[in-house]
């Protein structure tokens, strides 16, 4: 009986010994799943302090005082917050590495990493992410050289500060004016002459900085970034689509006429120049044309879009507008021409002018003329007094070259390959 009892208790003990060690197992990993959950609020919470600054930037205020308290090496930015007392007296730090921090690349990246060691001594559990933005709205980009000569100026507004997706949207004038605009030089020279830029300068490597007394905001002397044309559509990439040949209607779209699958009409132009044209209320037309240029004329009604793309200069004669009633981004122009684009004297432009490659030209002194939107070139040069209005609604509804400090990836870097990497980025600041 006595070994009977032996045995039985030790059939217990062994029973209640794995009882208790898959009891503790089971701990530890519910333990480590609830640290895996929080690692990942901590880690957001490291971009969200990196998202922070980006958007009183997107404000016009200064990087320096954007970015106050982070430690700045170059165009790096690195913050370690306050450290977390989390569940069952586990330690939580999270740190945050930011490139292009300023302003000086037109792809920041963020890393935030949140580190959660447990009281037990147990292995550290890491979360690391990265956020990547797009390329933000900048009022004036010239890659290879700006001179505004005279008293031209750059100055920013904001047609819609209730960010109402309806409007009204309001028309620039020195009322309401702003300076909160971003000039972009990357290569060659910047010449303010006697004019002004209300707003900040961002420079490429070797670009001369202009006085400072001609820089309401700040100056950066590290850019790098490019500027590339979007993917043109395609008839064949599209639902629905209507070639126009050489002449295109007076109104768009044609009654009658089927938008595509995204809710956009598409028309497709060969040899032709876009100018007498109205796009109907509430409509959202895209132009593609090849051998296609465009002059003045165009006329946008209320809460209509167009998107052209097209392969020859814009030429906005003396006197004459496009899209002079609507906001800016209610119009953007695609251009791969090398060749010159103008705006001449009284002419008033109001849109997105996207054209890499070009020479853009801004002449004359009328009292009329009005640059208002956004506009990416090669160079710009002006031979009067022409003031260029960036419209700071583009920053929250879209437009220009890009979206303002707008993430488009969030990824989770998970690999070995990912930990070697983010290592080497930030010299082992997160591992």
């Keep these: 009986m006595l070994i009977t009892a032996l045995l039985l208790s030790l059939g217990l003990a062994l029973v209640f010994g794995s009882y208790l060690a898959l009891g503790r197992t089971t701990l530890k990993l519910a333990q480590r799943s609830s640290f895996a959950n929080d690692t990942a609020n901590l880690a957001e919470a490291g971009l969200e302090e990196a998202l922070y600054c980006f958007n009183l930037m997107g404000t016009g205020t200064a990087p320096a005082t954007a970015w106050k308290g982070w430690t700045i090496t170059g165009p790096v930015a690195t913050f370690t917050l306050p450290t977390f007392n989390r569940d069952q007296n ?63 100026f750059a100055d920013s507004f904001n047609s819609n500060p209730t960010n109402s997706p309806t409007g009204p949207w309001a028309a620039y004038s020195s009322g309401i004016a702003r300076a909160n605009t971003t000039v972009v030089v990357a290569q060659y020279n910047l010449n303010i002459g006697s004019g002004q830029v209300f707003g900040s300068v961002l420079l490429g490597a070797g670009v001369n900085p202009p006085p ?9 002397t590290n850019f790098a970034g490019t500027f590339p044309l979007p993917v043109y559509p395609t008839a064949a990439g599209v639902s629905q689509s209507y070639n126009k040949g050489s002449k295109l209607p007076a109104t768009l779209p044609v009654a009658g006429d089927l938008p595509a699958a995204d809710g956009r009409y598409y028309y497709f132009c060969s040899g ?42 814009l030429v906005l004669a003396a006197n004459k507008s496009i899209n002079a009633t609507n906001w800016a981004g209610a119009l953007k122009v695609f251009s791969t021409t090398t060749g010159a684009c103008s705006f001449a004297d009284n002419s008033v432009w109001t849109g997105c002018f996207f054209a890499p490659y070009c020479t853009l030209q801004s002449s004359g002194t009328g009292s009329s003329s009005r640059l208002t939107g956004s506009f990416v070139c090669r160079t710009i040069s002006t031979s009067g007094t022409k003031g260029y209005h960036f419209d700071e609604a583009l920053q929250t509804s879209g437009g220009g070259a890009g979206g303002a400090w707008k993430p488009t990836r969030w990824i989770e870097l998970q690999s070995a390959a990912d930990r070697a990497a983010v290592a080497s980025l930030t010299g082992n600041f997160l591992h």
Excluded: H, R, W
């Design 90 to 152: 586990a330690i939580g730090i999270v740190k945050v590495f930011v490139t292009g921090y300023d302003g000086s690349s037109a792809t920041p990246i963020v890393l935030s990493q949140a580190v959660i060691t447990p009281f037990d001594g147990g292995a550290p559990v890491i979360k690391t992410v990265q956020l990547t933005f797009n390329t933000p709205v900048y009022g004036v980009v010239a890659t290879e050289g700006l001179d505004l000569n005279v008293s031209s």
């Design 212 to 220: 400072a007394a001609k820089v309401t905001g700040s100056i950066t």
């Design 272 to 313: 032709a120049t876009i100018g007498t044209l109205t796009i109907s209320a509430g409509k959202n037309v895209t132009i593609v044309g090849t051998n296609t240029g465009m002059a003045s004329g165009l006329v946008i009604q209320n809460l209509a879009t167009c998107l052209i793309y097209m392969d020859q200069p």
